[in-house]
């Protein structure tokens, strides 16, 4: 006698397969379709004792994976907390971070503006860039020795008119006695105003409008201490 449960098999397989909600196969729909496919099998040919084995070992995988993964998103939550909460410590200090941006004020006369070079430089330019990218203002220092570069912008453009209010952004060019490039690295100076979350990590909103990662500040100061950098108003 030919016992066909073939049918039976799939369908309580499906079922098994169909976690409430449409949500992935876990631990307990791959204990679900294991019964399943225990309690329809053919019984003129059952599952020998090597598939069951393999099949046990496959269901271990699946809780020890899931129960990493929520040993990860633990962690990740705790972390997640603490970087919050570090961020927000910062609201109300004065830090440097790591930034081009420039930002002017509809009450700017004029802007300290700073950066560091990695070497002796024989030639060092300054392009002031707007928001699309355009440079405005190109400025000539002449040689610098390694370490912090200060200048004044005086706001204008290259043509003398006053720049409008707004966020801009500086490149360097800078080059050895070879004429080969010299690295730089350009530092803001502000006081915290505000953490932003927008981009799913905390940022700190810098003088109003610069946003810098944790890992870009690279100073906590007094306030009113004379600083590197493109300062920002507070």
């Known amino acids: 006698m030919q016992v066909d449960v073939t049918g ?11 976690p409430v909600g449409g949500k992935e196969l876990d631990k307990t729909a791959f204990l679900k379709l294991l019964v ?13 004792n090597t598939e069951f084995v393999a099949q046990l070992a496959q269901f271990s995988s699946v809780e020890q994976l899931v129960s990493v993964n929520e040993g990860l998103n633990t962690l990740q939550m705790q972390q ?22 420039l930002e002017v004020g509809s009450d700017d006369k004029e802007l300290k503006v700073g950066f560091k070079i990695e070497g002796d430089a024989a030639t060092v330019q300054v392009n002031i860039r707007d928001a ?14 390694k370490g912090d570069v200060t200048f004044d912008w005086d706001l204008r453009n290259d043509q003398g008119v ?19 490039p010299v690295n730089w690295e ?3 100076r502000g006081v915290v105003n505000g953490v932003s979350y927008e981009n799913g990590y905390p940022e700190l909103i810098v003088g109003g409008s610069i946003k810098a990662a944790l890992g870009d500040v690279v100073g906590v100061y007094p306030a009113g201490e004379t600083v590197l950098g493109a300062q920002t108003t507070p």
Not at 84 to 100: H, L, P, T, Y
Not at 134 to 143: E, H, K, P, Q, S
């Open 36 to 48: 399943a496919q225990l309690r329809n099998q053919n019984p003129l040919e059952p599952m020998s």
């Open 162 to 180: 006053v720049v409008p209010p707004g966020s801009y952004r500086m490149d360097v060019v800078a080059k050895d006695d070879a004429g080969s």
């Open 186 to 188: 350009a530092h803001a």
């Open 80 to 101: 997640m907390g603490m970087s919050n909460a570090q961020a927000a410590s910062f609201i109300g200090k004065d830090v440097e971070v790591r930034s081009d941006t």
């Open 132 to 145: 699309s990218g355009a440079v405005v203002r190109t400025i000539d220092l002449g040689g610098n020795p």
């Open 8 to 18: 039976d098999t799939k369908s309580a397989a499906a079922s098994a397969l169909n």
